[in-house]
């Protein structure tokens, strides 16, 4: 079994045993069950895992509402977001939502974070406020993420399999592909 799936095997026998033994699980103990792959309170240790500490609250239900009707193309979350009420959703949400932003560990490209910051500026600042660090309704938190998990995210978005919002795609089909990958490492190296 490669390590992937066994690390989801670990995850998914976490979930089924959470709602087996509790009835009513804390918002802690339901978030125990993510942290195999998101980490302990949702810092990630592993670099194509997003971090879900301090997320936008909005930002993380919509998302999971996205993984569960199928509409947010995944690997693994639309399987895992089918397994939870909208309250539990709401309730991670939360958890989450008050845990401290998780600052990933990670090389980045000065001259890409230099020129990543005059094209978000000009780009990004309207929805991704504060250089990223702060979310607005449904736009997540993207300071400190993982470089290699936004460049994922990035690609899906530009093949189309993830979706965007209109007016972010306006913006983001006017930029090359290195301009991208700029604004990747401008939003990694925030703090
Ligand atoms: C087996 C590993 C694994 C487990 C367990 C897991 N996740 Fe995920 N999560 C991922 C991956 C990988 C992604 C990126 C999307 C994808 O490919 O599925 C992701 C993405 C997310 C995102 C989107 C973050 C963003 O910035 O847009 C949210 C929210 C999320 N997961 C919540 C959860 C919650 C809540 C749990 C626990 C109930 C959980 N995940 C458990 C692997 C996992
Ligand atoms: C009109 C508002 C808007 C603008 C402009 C915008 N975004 Fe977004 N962005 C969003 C929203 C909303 C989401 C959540 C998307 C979803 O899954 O529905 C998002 C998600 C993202 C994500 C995925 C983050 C994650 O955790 O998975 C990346 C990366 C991103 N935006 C980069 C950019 C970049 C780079 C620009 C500028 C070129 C940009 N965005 C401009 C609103 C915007």
Not at 18 to 28: D, L, M, Q, W
Not at 43 to 71: C, H, N, R, W
Not at 76 to 89: E, N, P, Q, T
Request: aromatic share 6%.
């Amino acid at each position: 079994m490669s390590k992937k799936w066994s690390t989801l095997a670990i995850a998914l026998g976490a979930l089924a045993m959470s709602s087996a033994t509790f009835a009513a699980p804390s918002p802690e103990m339901l978030a125990n069950a993510c942290a195999g792959c998101h980490g302990t309170n949702g810092g990630s240790a592993g670099d194509t895992m997003p971090s879900l500490a301090a997320q936008s609250e909005a930002a993380f239900v919509d998302a999971m509402m996205k993984f569960k009707s199928g509409e947010r193309s995944s690997t693994i979350m639309g399987r895992l977001a089918k397994g939870y009420s909208d309250a539990d959703i709401k309730a991670m949400a939360g958890f989450f939502g008050k845990q401290k932003l998780h600052i990933a560990n990670q090389m980045v490209d000065k001259k890409k974070v230099a020129l990543g910051a005059k094209l978000q500026e000009k780009n990004c600042s309207r929805c991704h406020l504060e250089e990223g660090k702060e979310g607005k309704d449904d736009t997540p938190v993207m300071a400190a993420q993982w470089l290699p998990y936004m460049q994922i995210q990035m690609e899906l978005y530009a093949s189309g399999a993830r979706k965007m919002p209109d007016k972010m795609a306006e913006k983001v089909k006017a930029l090359s592909k290195d301009e991208l990958d700029a604004l990747n490492h401008f939003y990694a190296a925030k703090k």
